[in-house]
């Protein structure tokens, strides 16, 4: 069950991402802007899901790691959306790949978590195939700028670290809608003292219907990306529920063929024939994940 959650996860966080890259077309708009705007509406969220149930007494190894994931969750999007203002969203996504990594070991380490060796062997299936994919079409690593790829290894790592102090939480939760709902808090609060450092950049002034519209639209698809990824870190380790996201260039890449263009945004940025074999690598890696499951 936490692979249809993990991959639910990662089409609407794939939906968000086309959606992000749309509102950041508008070069009117610094990344600053949208990050806190961002981060604005994850704690209208929160304060949503509070309102629905009240705050319980929650312990302190629960909310403060719950607060901490959710402040990374929001530190990770300005690099992030630096490299997508930059970028086109598929070869973006390719670099984010590294995440995994960064998860598993830290997971390792931090929680004592442990792969067997077909969760090793799928996640590598699906992290090979989603970098292979997006790197062996036109353009490869020549395709994108240097300061991407290093905004994209700095975003990777700060959603690492915020999926291993999730996962933490979720271990003394005492509701699912909490975690959620103190996640969002801390994004928030992260959200609004980057503003207060960056007045100058993240300016709030004159902001449109349609860029808002765009913008909850964007928060929408990744308040239930936060949810269907919380549900699968509750029920598998952080690290094969991290190798999941390999399978995001491929539904990125269909995405952008039907929804880019009236986002605004192009088809695709890589030739799909040279590609099948680490799609091929991507399906193998879901396949066995799936299967390691069942068994």
């Not at 994850?42 to 607060?67: R, W």
């Not at 970098?131 to 994108?144: C, F, H, K, N, Y």
């Not at 007045?199 to 990744?222: D, M, P, Q, V």
């Amino acid at each position: 069950m936490w692979l249809v959650w993990a991959l639910a996860g990662t089409t609407l966080a794939s939906g968000a991402v086309l959606v992000d890259k749309s509102v950041l077309e508008d070069r009117e708009r610094t990344v600053s802007t949208v990050a806190v705007l961002t981060g604005g509406l994850a704690g209208i969220s929160s304060m949503a899901l509070f309102a629905a149930g009240g705050v319980p007494a929650a312990p302190l190894e629960f909310v403060l790691p719950a607060l901490g994931g959710g402040a990374l969750l929001f530190a990770y999007l300005v690099p992030y959306f630096a490299a997508l203002r930059d970028s086109s969203p598929d070869r973006v996504v390719a670099w984010f790949q590294i995440t995994p990594l960064i998860a598993t070991g830290t997971a390792v380490v931090v929680l004592g978590q442990q792969l067997s060796a077909w969760q090793w062997f799928g996640g590598a299936c699906l992290v090979g195939g989603a970098v292979s994919a997006e790197l062996s079409g036109a353009g490869g690593i020549r395709g994108v700028q240097r300061r991407s790829v290093l905004a994209m290894l700095a975003a990777a790592s700060l959603f690492a670290a915020a999926e291993v102090l999730l996962a933490r939480a979720a271990e003394h939760a005492p509701e699912f809608r909490l975690l959620i709902a103190f996640s969002g808090l801390g994004s928030a609060l992260a959200a609004l003292l980057f503003w207060s450092l960056q007045r100058r950049s993240a300016t709030l002034n004159g902001l449109g219907r349609r860029l808002l519209g765009l913008l909850a639209l964007a928060e929408l698809l990744n308040l239930a990306f936060v949810v269907a990824h919380q549900r699968a870190l509750g029920m598998a380790d952080v690290g094969i529920v991290s190798a999941t996201a390999g399978v995001q260039p491929l539904v990125i890449t269909l995405m952008l063929a039907s929804f880019g263009p009236p986002l605004g945004l192009p088809r695709m940025s890589s030739a799909v024939a040279t590609t099948a074999l680490a799609y091929m690598a991507i399906a193998v890696g879901v396949a066995v994940l799936a299967l390691a499951e069942a068994s």
